[in-house]
């Protein structure tokens, strides 16, 4: 996200060597900051949960519905 700068915290956390040092390499990889690849992780994982929840209020919608395979989907949409 480029432009204006955002606002921010400084954190302390505590990770591993081995995180820490997938970190540092990342960030020199990608040519960027090592607090843009945690915010980047940190990105990935909240539209991973926000993914998760589509998925599960699916699962009710589906089970709810009875559909148990796409030949449902289809015959509810009226496709067959």
Not at 32 to 43: D, E, G, L, N, Y
Not at 72 to 80: E, F, H, L, S
Request: aromatic share 6%; glycine share 4%.
């Amino acid at each position: 996200n480029k432009g204006a700068p955002m606002a921010s915290t400084v954190m302390s956390m505590s990770l591993t060597e081995k995180e820490v040092q997938f970190v540092r390499e990342s960030a020199r990889a990608q040519r960027t900051t090592q607090s843009a690849i945690v915010r980047q992780a940190i990105q990935r994982y909240e539209s991973d949960q926000e993914w998760m929840k589509i998925q599960a209020y699916g699962r009710k919608v589906a089970l709810r519905l009875g559909i148990n395979s796409y030949d449902d989907v289809d015959r509810i949409a009226g496709k067959r």
